[in-house]
């Protein structure tokens, strides 16, 4: 089995930054793309932003100029920069990984971890 294992959520002023992390652990043979989405009570998941194994990224474009996500395919981790952040960024963040090849199994499969909360005060 594979987890994601997010970190880095907390309470910040506007204006401020933080960094998520989400580390995946498990008979890992590949991850095709990885990313961040996010989620308020009774809302639909968004996507915020997504890089695949080559490092094209995409970005919601109400996160564009202010986050960057990376990766290091090394260690199946990825990252969320999050900059001048505002209080409509305000959300559960969650990670997930498209596209995963397992040692020893076929197919691919996908992976989403259990959220992290970011709350930005005015």
């Known amino acids: 089995q594979v987890q994601l294992v997010e970190s880095g959520g907390a309470l910040v002023q506007a204006g401020g930054s933080l960094r998520l992390s989400c580390a995946a652990s498990g008979r890992i043979f590949s991850i095709n793309a990885m990313g961040w989405f996010r989620q308020a009570p009774g809302k639909q998941r968004d996507l915020v932003a997504t890089?695949?194994?080559?490092?094209?990224?995409n970005y919601a474009d109400s996160v564009k100029g202010r986050f960057t996500i990376s990766r290091d395919n090394a260690k199946n981790t990825v990252y969320l920069q999050m900059n001048s952040l505002k209080t409509e960024d305000t959300d559960v963040y969650y990670c997930a990984a498209e596209g995963v090849r397992l040692i020893g199994l076929g197919g691919s499969f996908q992976y989403w971890g259990q959220g992290t909360q970011v709350t930005v005060s005015s």
């Open positions: 890089i695949a194994s080559g490092g094209s990224t």
